[in-house]
C-alpha cells in the first residue's frame, strides 16, 4: 500500500490534519510510519505554526523537584519500582522542597512540579502542608503534582490546598498492551478514572505515553491518539522509551527519536492548544533532541530543580542527561539552547491558553 503514496499524498494528509484536527485510521498509520525527510519537515512546520498561533516564541519552565523516589509499584519499565533493590533511595524534606522553589522562584522559575513515585511516606496531610506552604511563600506560581494515582477525596484536598495542575501519565490507552507494561495489581481502569476525576475536580491535567514501548504497536498508538481526542488534556508529556539496566526490559529496543518528534507533531495539531514538553527521554536519547522537540511543535521544558547531590538517584531509566548541573548551570544552558531554535524562555507560569486569563484575574484578587 505504501508504494502507492506519493509525497504530495502525504502532504495533502498533512494538510487535512491541520485542518481538520483529525484522520481515520489508516492515514493516521501512514503519518506516522512515514520516514519521508520531506514530508516530516512539513509536518515539523505545520506544527510550528500552530503552536505559535497559540503561544507565539515562547517556551514554559516547569522547575522539576523529584522529591522521593521511593515507589510501592513495579511498572516493568521503571528503574524506581518497588522491586529494583539496587536503585539508592532517597527523600527530600519539606524544608529541602521548599527550598528547591526558593532558589526556582529567584532563578525565575513560576511553576514547580513536585513529582515522586507512590510514596506511603508522604500523606494526605504532608502533601497538603507542602502545596499551601509553597503557595504561600510564592502565590504567583503554579504547583503541579506528579505523585501517581489516588483517590478522588484526596486529589480534591489537594486542589483545594492550591495545587493547579497535576500530571499523571495514562502510559497507554490501549488496556491489552497497558497489562503487559505493569504487574496485575495495576488496573487500567483505576489509572483511566484517576484522570477523568482530576479534570472533573478541576486541576490542569496532563497525560501522556511512552513512545516506542515493548510490546507498542500502532493501534496502541492509534488508540492513544484517539483518547488524547477524547480526553482533551492541557498537557500531553511524550518521550521515547528508553530501557533501565534493572528491569525486564533491560534489553528492549529504545523508542525512535523521529516517531516521538512526528507524534509531537501529530499531537500539536489534533490538540492545538495543548501544553507540550520536550522531554528530558528525548534529549537523552538525542543530545538534541529537545531543540528538535521544540521544532516539532513542543512548547515546554521541564529542567531540574532537585539538589544535585539526589538527582542522579531520580532514574526512571538510563543515562538520563543533566542529573549533575546546579539549578542556575542548567537554565542558562537551556537558555541558550531554546535561543538556538528561535524561541525563548518565558518566565510567566506558562498556563493553558484557555485558562490563562482567569488565572491571571485570579491571582491578581490575592
Ligand atoms: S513508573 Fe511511577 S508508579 Fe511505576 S514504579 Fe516507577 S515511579 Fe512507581
Redesign the pocket.
Known sequence: MDAVISKNDYIEIVDRLRNDCDLNDEKLSLLLHCEDTEVNDYLYSQAREVREKYYGKNVYLRGLIEFT?Y?????Y??????GNNNAERHRLSEEEILSCCDLGYELGFRTFVLQ???DPHFSDDTIVSIVKNIKEKHPDTAVTLSI?EKEKDSYKRFFDAGADRYLLRHETADREHYEKL?PADMSFDHRMQCLRDLKKIGFQVGCGMMVGSPFQKTESLIKDIRFLQEFRPHMVGIGPFIPHHDTEFAHKEQGGVQLTLRLLSIIRLILPDVLLPATTALGTVDATGREKGLKAGANVIMPNLSPTQVRGKYL?YDNKICTGDEAAECIKCLSMRVEKTGYRIARSRGDHIFLKNEVEKNTKML
Open positions: 523516589n515507589c510501592k509499584n513495579n511498572c519499565y521503571c528503574g524506581i519500582r518497588a515522586g513515585g507512590e501517581g505493569h526512571l
